[in-house]
């Protein structure tokens, strides 16, 4: 296939691209290439599952460049970000540079929180619920009993800050290393609503967010974040520059993070803090009126029961009420400054309103109710009552906003769930695949395709699914003693190695105490370090186990020897009482359809297939994912699970599993002794 214009045939660009990578052409990212460019050629959308070792990011990459236009690639995590900006586009555009006979510009895009503000830096917080941080570094500054510096680590993260703030050319906090607390970093960052505007910000010519959408402007590519393309697709007013072509990587994430953006949330403390911010800015009516109405929400929060609310109650609505009046009325009367001493005065106005706005959106939009809204109370042991709203589903809002004006092409390592694209397509807004004529004939149904590349990993030769049937069936009373002994015989017969993925923090802390006692290998547990450390010490350590949740699930790239056993300890369906996944399930049952495959087991299957995806990272690796659910083996819907996941060899022999796991500790052990 040629280039646009006569230009270099596809298979000549991949070639050199994947060359300069350093990598090594696949079949299956050849046809990713060839998919990718055939629609953008035709204006239509593709849904493309590549697997792990596909070299899907040039799949994209090089056909996207070929043709020419501008493209947005989307990610959901900041390493695929940074691969993408720091070695694949470098890389690929110096290959491709000599064929196209054009150098394709790209640039890194976040949202404005991301990026350091040069304001709140030299000007400090505006003053409000927190006296003593108004002035941040003055504060870490009295805070140092010593000449070695600030004692507390607020302090020694603010200087490190004011440091790196002479140090850096692009303010990105994912670019300060070691990172910061994000307490710390609220002190020099603003969000969008909060921002002067470059007009009339002292700083605004030297902004760093700014340069960085300039920056946007001028690119061929923009890689940005989903959060970002959900805040520009729902938001209506642009903050991604146009263009012809959407590349959402890591697209098994794009619903929860465009449900997020749409979602909102009320506290008590929050709606105090926009008290305290309008307070000096608007007449003492008002901020009475607005006072009294915090004061009404909070004795109502405080008898507030975890839960969803299928109507609002009474007393909650009275609240709501009162909150959207005086917040409205608070938001008018802005204009009659109470106190003229005010420091900064702009900046504090734009954080009152911001506060004030979110108050009124939140409070109006629970308060009138939709039935396209799930309402609900959430309470936390640290931060107290909350009040959540969220879409029922996204699927009409991505249906609508997502795939106009532009090919879209959605990629993933899991994306074909029991079998086929539906499921995921369905969650997207999508008709069910095949179903073109109808699409065709009505405007509003996007006109795509699945395609499933494959992996360049033989899975049946390389792993074992291993289902432990004769265990009992996990119950909510807590962990379960023959699961734990079946956990310790499995990773006795690995040497360690063994990255348990738990649904539940409670269940992986009580089975990394419980192992600890038990076992002679060092067990790593989320939580007790930061994240990176203990998978850097996981990935170093030989022997070593790592225990954990929801991040590890999908978090985790450690190819070699360190990960040869991926335990799952249950099948990770959402809470019973999960009340937005609860209601979608209710929904789609009232409609006619099966509310647990649609939404519980999808969910599972999903979250499955990534944790599975642990285990075969390389080409040479080998080991087991062992799950510790009989109902994988014994429910009807097990069928569906188990075609979500990577076709490994299966068996539901406990023996033949620690035989095997015996043999590839000893193959590693060997290894290691032939290395040393």
């Known amino acids: 296939m040629s280039a646009p214009s006569g230009g270099p045939a596809l298979s000549e660009l991949l070639h050199a691209a994947v060359t300069a990578v350093g990598g090594t052409e696949r079949p299956g990212q050849v046809a990713m290439a060839e998919a990718v460019a055939e629609t953008v050629g035709e204006g239509t959308h593709l849904l493309v599952q590549a697997g ?37 586009l470098p890389r690929t555009v110096e290959a491709l540079h000599p064929l196209l006979r054009r150098r394709p510009e790209y640039a890194m895009l976040k949202g404005r929180s991301n990026y350091l503000c040069l304001h709140r830096l030299h000007e400090g917080v505006p003053a409000e619920d927190e006296p ?32 790196w703030a002479d140090e850096t050319e692009t303010g990105d906090r994912d670019g300060l290393t070691p990172g910061v607390s994000d307490r710390a970093w609220s002190q020099v960052s603003v969000s969008s609503r909060e921002c002067l505007g470059a007009a009339r910000c002292p700083y605004g010519a030297e902004c760093f967010a700014e340069a960085a959408r300039e920056r946007a402007k001028l690119a061929d590519v923009i890689v940005t974040n989903h959060a970002l393309l959900a805040i520009d697709a729902i938001e209506g007013a642009p903050v991604l520059p146009g263009h012809e072509v959407l590349i959402v990587d890591e697209a098994h994430e794009l619903v929860s993070r465009v449900t997020n953006v749409a979602s909102g949330e009320l506290t008590p403390g929050g709606v105090h803090r926009a008290v305290n911010r309008a307070a000096k800015l608007v007449d003492e009516k008002a901020a009475d009126q607005l006072l009294t109405a915090a004061e009404g ?23 709501l009420a009162a909150l959207r009046d005086a917040a409205r009325g608070c938001l008018s009367a802005l204009g009659n400054t109470r106190d003229r001493s005010v420091q900064d005065e702009d900046a504090v106005r734009k954080q009152a309103v911001a506060s004030l706005e979110n108050v009124h959106t939140v409070a109006e939009r629970v308060a009138q109710g939709s039935p396209y809204d799930v309402i609900w109370y959430e309470r936390h042991d640290r931060f107290g009552a909350s009040l959540r709203v969220a879409p029922l589903s996204v699927s009409g809002l991505l249906r609508e906003k997502l795939f106009q004006d532009r090919s879209v092409v959605l990629t993933s390592a899991t994306l074909k769930l029991g079998g086929d694209f539906d499921g995921v397509g369905a969650s997207l807004g999508l008709a069910p695949e095949g179903r073109h004529e109808q699409a065709d004939a009505d405007e509003d149904m996007p006109v795509w395709r699945g395609l499933d590349v494959g992996s360049p990993f033989d899975y049946r030769k390389q792993g074992i699914l291993y289902v432990a049937q004769h265990l009992s069936p996990p119950g909510r009373e807590g962990a379960r003693e023959d699961m734990l002994t079946e956990l310790t015989e499995l990773i006795e017969a690995a040497g360690g190695r063994t990255l348990g993925l738990f649904s539940s923090m409670r269940g992986a802390r009580a089975a990394a105490e419980e192992l600890r006692g038990r076992l002679d290998v060092p067990v790593l547990l989320q939580g007790e370090e930061t994240l990176g450390e203990l998978i850097r010490r996981f990935a170093e350590d030989a022997g070593t186990c790592l225990f954990g949740t929801l991040s590890l699930w999908q978090g985790v790239d450690v190819p070699g020897v360190n990960c040869q056993l991926v335990v799952m300890d249950r099948i990770p369906f959402p809470r019973p009482d999960d009340p937005l996944m609860s209601a979608r399930q209710k929904a789609v049952e009232e409609a006619g359809g099966n509310g647990f495959m649609a939404v519980a087991a999808t969910h599972a299957a999903l979250l499955m297939a990534q944790g599975a995806g642990r285990l075969i990272r390389a080409t040479g690796d080998r080991g087991v994912v062992a799950v510790l659910d009989p109902r994988l083996a014994k429910a009807r819907y097990g069928t569906f699970l188990r075609a979500s996941m990577p076709d490994f060899w299966y068996t539901t022999d406990a023996g033949q599993v620690r035989r095997s796991l015996a043999a590839i500790d000893a193959a590693a052990r060997d290894g290691a002794d032939a290395r040393g």
């Open 52 to 88: 792990t070792g596909t070299g899907k990011s040039l799949g994209y990459l090089v056909p996207a460049l070929a043709q020419g236009e501008r493209v947005v690639v989307a990610t959901a995590t900041l390493a695929l970000q940074r691969q993408l900006v720091e070695r694949d």
């Open 132 to 163: 003593g941080l108004f002035d941040p570094f003055e504060a870490a500054a009295q805070s140092a009993p010593t000449a070695s510096g600030p004692s507390s680590k607020l302090g020694k993260d603010l200087l490190r800050l004011r440091d």
């Open 297 to 319: 929400f909070e004795r109502v929060m405080e008898l507030a029961l975890p839960g969803r609310l299928t109507e609002v109650p009474e007393d909650l609505g009275y609240a």
